[in-house]
């Protein structure tokens, strides 16, 4: 029997209307648009105002957009699974939310917290559910509310995040297109360094926590920075190694959209070319769990059958690994 590859056979994203950019971001902070296009490369992210839309609201619509371009019903769908760190609530998670709202009936799914890494800890996993012959389709989702989770006050975090959801369906394949390899790593020692202080079980939130700002995003950029760029290089060329190819073969780079110049090092260090290197930091900043699928969205139609594509990401946690695929279509 032909080995079965987990293929993505479409891909779907969704921002919010609402643009935050760097002049509006002046008239909040101490901070001008040439520190943060300099600093960071982003020059405006989405916002999801409305306040009764969350995280499962972008996810319904990625879906919904797969649904609709590779037409298939969502009863079709066996399982979704959500990468994210703003989840609609605690609990239940937002994987089932989005199933329920978008009528599907036959799936189940799950959350996965992996911060910024999450869309590839969740594509492993999806793959895997296809590979072993056990699901038909699986639709993995990358998707965070970040302006939920950010204090507007600081500078140093407030500029950097914003709102969007990406996606995609994986499907079986037996012409030797999709999922190739994964190395995926994870060191808690770093949470000091990126981490929400208050509302798990360690730190409830009370009162105090809310005034002392303890439920927003905490960030020690630079450690971050230089544990991003190591990481993201060090795997990628692990799953080269593992699988005999050079960097001369990779057709397109997705890289985290956390820093410009993060990208840039990895770019360089790696010596590839910049045409091959997906960038949308710019237009989106960084949306967590929602960058590299957003990459796929924008770059989609560029992609040819057979590309080699590299997936490589860092986040809390630390969190981070790099995926090699074949594009399917
Ligand atoms: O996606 C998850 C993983 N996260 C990342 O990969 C993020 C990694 N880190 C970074 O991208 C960068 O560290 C940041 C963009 C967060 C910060 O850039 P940096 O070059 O590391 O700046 P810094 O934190 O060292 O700050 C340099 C200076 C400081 O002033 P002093 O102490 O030199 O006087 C900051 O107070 O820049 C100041 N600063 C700002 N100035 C204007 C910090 N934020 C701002 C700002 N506008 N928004």
Redesign the pocket.
């Known amino acids: 029997m032909a080995k079965i590859f987990a293929a993505i056979t479409g891909v779907g994203g969704y921002v919010p209307e609402d643009i935050l950019s760097n002049t509006d971001l002046e008239k909040m902070?101490?901070?001008?648009d040439e520190?943060?296009t300099t600093?960071?490369g982003i020059k405006e992210r989405r916002i999801l105002k409305d306040p009764n839309k969350a995280t499962s609201d972008m996810g319904v619509e990625v879906v919904k957009q797969i649904l609709e371009k590779t037409g298939i019903s969502p009863e079709e769908i066996d399982m979704l699974i959500c990468a994210t760190v703003t989840p609609d609530t605690t609990f239940p998670d937002t994987a089932n939310t989005i199933l329920a709202k978008v009528g599907s009936k036959n799936a189940f799914g799950y959350d996965i917290n992996a911060?910024?890494s999450g869309f590839l800890y969740a594509l492993t996993t999806g793959a895997k559910f296809i590979e072993s012959g056990m699901y038909k389709k699986v639709i993995v989702i990358g998707a965070d509310k970040m302006s939920s989770i950010i204090d507007y006050t600081d500078?140093?975090t407030c500029?950097?995040f914003g709102d969007g959801a990406g996606g995609v369906l994986l499907e079986p394949n037996t012409e030797g297109n999709g999922f190739i390899d994964a190395v995926l790593r994870g060191d808690g020692a770093g949470r000091e360094f990126?981490h929400m202080k208050a509302g798990g079980s360690l730190k409830p939130a009370t009162a105090e926590t809310v005034a002392s700002k303890e439920h927003y995003v905490f960030?020690d950029?630079?450690p971050?920075?230089k544990a991003?760029v190591t990481g993201m290089v060090n795997t990628v060329n692990q799953v080269l190694e593992r699988n005999q190819l050079t960097v001369e073969d990779i057709d397109w780079l997705v890289p985290?959209q956390?820093?410009m110049r993060?990208i840039n090092s990895v770019g360089d260090m790696l010596e590839i070319p910049k045409e091959k290197v997906m960038v949308n930091i710019h237009k989106f900043g960084?949306t967590?769990a929602g960058t590299l699928p957003l990459c796929l969205w924008d770059y989609e139609s560029k992609l040819k059958k057979g590309d080699h594509i590299m997936f490589t990401a860092?986040?809390?946690g630390f969190t981070w690994g790099s995926v090699l695929l074949k594009w399917a279509y």
């Open positions: 902070v101490d901070t001008t520190w943060i600093r960071t911060a910024c500078r140093s500029i950097i990126l960030q950029g630079k971050v920075f991003a985290h956390a820093n993060i960084n967590t860092f986040g809390g």
